[in-house]
């Protein structure tokens, strides 16, 4: 059984700074690109970052390209989301997801490529 699960979230300032974490397991890890997605209030959920299973790999979506790192921890199993210069448009529920097939960055921006699914943090940015 896999489960992921995401922390770190919370009310934020714009320009503040957050580390979000997604801890997984039931899987090899290190076998397996990781992806975070979020999703805005009355908003689709949409692709944030991608990292491969090594790590050395990371792609992002245009919108927070120079302001969002993905990194991850293959020996403890966790992924990370270190997010700079917090926007109001930030805000939304963040997810991480690992992806369907070991070895596999194909349609890393889809969300239907990875298979299962934290069940999300709260980021909330507000002055």
């Known amino acids: 059984q896999v489960q992921l699960v995401e922390s770190g979230g919370r009310l934020v300032q714009p320009g503040d700074s957050l580390r979000l974490s997604c801890a997984a397991s039931?899987?090899?890890?290190?076998?397996?690109?990781m992806g975070w997605f979020r999703q805005a209030p009355g908003k689709e959920r949409e692709f944030v970052a991608s990292?491969?299973?090594?790590?050395?790999?990371?792609l992002y979506a245009d919108s927070v390209k120079g302001r969002f790192t993905v990194s991850r921890d293959n020996a403890k199993n966790t992924l990370f989301l270190q997010i700079n210069s917090l926007k109001p448009e930030d805000t939304a529920v963040y997810f991480c997801?690992?992806?369907?097939?070991?070895?596999?960055?194909?349609?890393?921006?889809?969300?239907?490529?990875?298979?299962?699914w934290g069940q999300g943090t709260q980021v909330t940015v507000s002055s």
């Open positions: 039931g899987r090899t890890f290190s076998d397996y690109a």
């Open positions: 990292i491969n299973w090594s790590g050395s790999l990371t």
């Open positions: 997801a690992i992806k369907g097939s070991a070895y596999s960055m194909f349609n890393y921006h889809r969300d239907d490529s990875y298979d299962y």
